[in-house]
């Protein structure tokens, strides 16, 4: 049972243009949602998170835009860069057992051409 | 800040033994630490979650005797792979959890620690 969806396993765009990642979700007790970038052999890192609350989080070229009805969640990159070219996971998080947890998806691969 | 090391980086050992794989929080303290799994072109599937001085646990599936989980302090929480077989190859990650100067439900994640049984 997948509760957090990516269903683009790979994107390429060009360099300039914007990266749009999309993630799914069906568990409505989800509370708030993150985006991490991954390298190869390495793990993930940090990079924008939102609330369940609110429905758009920019951070410099990184925007987070959330749609509670739909379950749906899209990560934005612009402008694209070449070093952006990685796997990207959306995850969501859920108070469960006494703690919080995340709940990845299973990734999406970035390719910025140049 | 936030900087979580684990340790080894990789390592290669012969089915039947058992490996160790350590994660530190490094600049703050980790009430929880999680750990991970990923498959190749996979999800990182969360394998237990423990928490300082108490018992892990384990999500459904994962084999608690096979992956000996100690968080022995604030921030050190280990990964006991026992009697490793070639299934168990994969790459593991570890996060922690900080709660003071940080929000609740933000996770830092370790580089990983790739596992090669042979």
């Known amino acids: 049972d997948q509760q957090v969806k990516q269903n683009s396993p790979s994107l390429s765009v060009q360099e300039g243009r914007i990266s749009i990642l999309n993630c799914d979700y069906t568990?409505?007790?989800?509370?708030?949602f993150l985006w991490y970038k991954k390298y190869p052999a390495e793990g993930p890192t940090f990079l924008i998170s939102?609330?369940?609350?609110?429905d758009k989080n920019e951070d410099g070229r990184f925007t987070v835009f959330l749609n509670k009805s739909a379950k749906h969640l899209s990560l934005h990159i612009v402008p694209s860069q070449p070093g952006d070219s990685a796997v990207y996971f959306c995850?969501?998080?859920?108070?469960?057992?006494?703690?919080?947890?995340?709940?990845f998806g299973t990734g999406t691969r970035l390719k910025v051409l140049a | 800040g936030a900087v979580v090391s684990q340790h080894p980086s990789w390592v290669i050992c012969k089915s039947g033994t058992s490996v160790k794989i350590e994660c530190r929080s490094l600049?703050?303290?980790?009430?929880?630490m999680f750990w991970y799994r990923q498959f190749p072109k996979q999800s990182l599937m969360l394998m237990a979650t423990s928490n300082e001085g108490s018992k892990a646990t384990y999500e459904q599936g994962v084999e608690k005797d096979k992956f000996l989980i100690n968080h022995a302090s604030l921030t050190l929480s280990t990964l006991t792979v026992t009697s490793a077989h070639p299934e168990d190859s994969s790459f593991y990650i570890c996060?922690?959890?900080?709660?003071?100067?940080?929000?609740?439900?933000?996770?830092?994640f370790g580089p990983g620690t790739r596992l090669t049984v042979t």
């Open positions: 996060s922690a959890r900080a709660y003071e100067g940080h929000r609740s439900y933000e996770q830092y």
């Open positions: 600049d703050f303290q980790a009430t929880t």
């Open positions: 568990n409505s007790m989800f509370d708030y």
């Open positions: 995850a969501a998080s859920v108070y469960t057992s006494g703690t919080y947890k995340y709940i």
């Open positions: 939102i609330s369940s609350i609110k």
